[in-house]
């Protein structure tokens, strides 16, 4: 309660958490080491003779104690069975030292133990899921845009081939549009001259 009233109840502190519908009766066993970690963080927002870290580190110490009660190996392995149910959440500090005080209660009431069955993981929560799937799709683009290159390389060329083919090649068509200028332009040019007549008898010079 202390802590509550110290801290402002719109200041928000993340952790990892796995709800009591996910974790059974493991749910102790299973947010044990998470919380340690979480207040571990929250102790150093505070300075060294802050009175709220040494409360804070008063829990701690408590968690460690209860941890230290079970196997560390098979403490260790029955977290990794339920890594995938696993959430980060940030909670107000009212419902942060609410949960901590639910949790210790469970503790102290007996509560926990290894007998537990994790359910199947959630399709779209497994941890790197997410950044697989993101770094899988920009392959995927990467790829496709560069089979694009050679594609359209491809497209052009039969494009050009068939132009070609129905035209002849640029050299002949350009060949066949100069003829083409030129007889116009002869055509234009060509003027018939009429035959010179003489008006007298004068005889022409060849027949002199």
């Given at each position: 309660m202390l802590l509550k009233h110290n801290i402002p109840k719109d200041y928000n502190i993340s952790m990892h958490y796995i709800p009591?519908?996910?974790?059974?009766?493991?749910?102790?066993?299973?947010?044990?080491?998470?919380l340690e970690q979480s207040l571990r963080e929250l102790a150093r927002v505070f300075g060294a003779i802050s009175s709220n870290k040494d409360n804070i580190m008063i829990f701690i110490t408590m968690l460690q104690?209860?941890?230290l009660k079970f196997d560390h190996e098979e403490l260790e392995a029955t977290m990794?069975?339920?890594?995938?149910?696993?959430?980060?959440?940030?909670?107000?500090?009212?419902?942060y030292?609410?949960?901590?005080?639910?949790?210790?209660?469970?503790?102290?009431?007996?509560?926990?133990?290894?007998?537990?069955?994790?359910?199947?993981?959630?399709?779209?929560?497994?941890?790197?899921?997410?950044?697989?799937d993101h770094e899988q799709t920009r392959s995927r683009?990467?790829?496709?845009?560069?089979?694009?290159?050679?594609?359209?390389?491809?497209?052009?060329?039969?494009?050009?081939?068939?132009?070609?083919?129905?035209?002849?090649?640029?050299?002949?068509?350009?060949?066949?549009g100069h003829r083409r200028l030129s007889t116009d332009a002869e055509r234009t040019i060509t003027i018939p001259i009429p035959p010179v007549t003489s008006t007298t008898d004068t005889p022409v010079m060849g027949e002199a």
């Amino acid at each position: 309660m202390l802590l509550k009233h110290n801290i402002p109840k719109d200041y928000n502190i993340s952790m990892h958490y796995i709800p009591k519908e996910r974790s059974g009766v493991c749910w102790v066993l299973l947010n044990i080491y998470p919380l340690e970690q979480s207040l571990r963080e929250l102790a150093r927002v505070f300075g060294a003779i802050s009175s709220n870290k040494d409360n804070i580190m008063i829990f701690i110490t408590m968690l460690q104690n209860l941890r230290l009660k079970f196997d560390h190996e098979e403490l260790e392995a029955t977290m990794q069975v339920f890594k995938c149910h696993y959430r980060v959440v940030k909670w107000p500090s009212g419902q942060y030292f609410d949960y901590i005080r639910d949790i210790l209660n469970s503790a102290a009431q007996g509560e926990g133990g290894f007998h537990c069955v994790p359910p199947p993981c959630p399709a779209s929560t497994t941890p790197g899921s997410e950044a697989q799937d993101h770094e899988q799709t920009r392959s995927r683009g990467s790829l496709l845009s560069l089979l694009s290159i050679p594609v359209t390389a491809c497209v052009f060329l039969i494009v050009w081939a068939i132009k070609s083919r129905r035209g002849g090649s640029p050299e002949s068509n350009l060949e066949r549009g100069h003829r083409r200028l030129s007889t116009d332009a002869e055509r234009t040019i060509t003027i018939p001259i009429p035959p010179v007549t003489s008006t007298t008898d004068t005889p022409v010079m060849g027949e002199a």
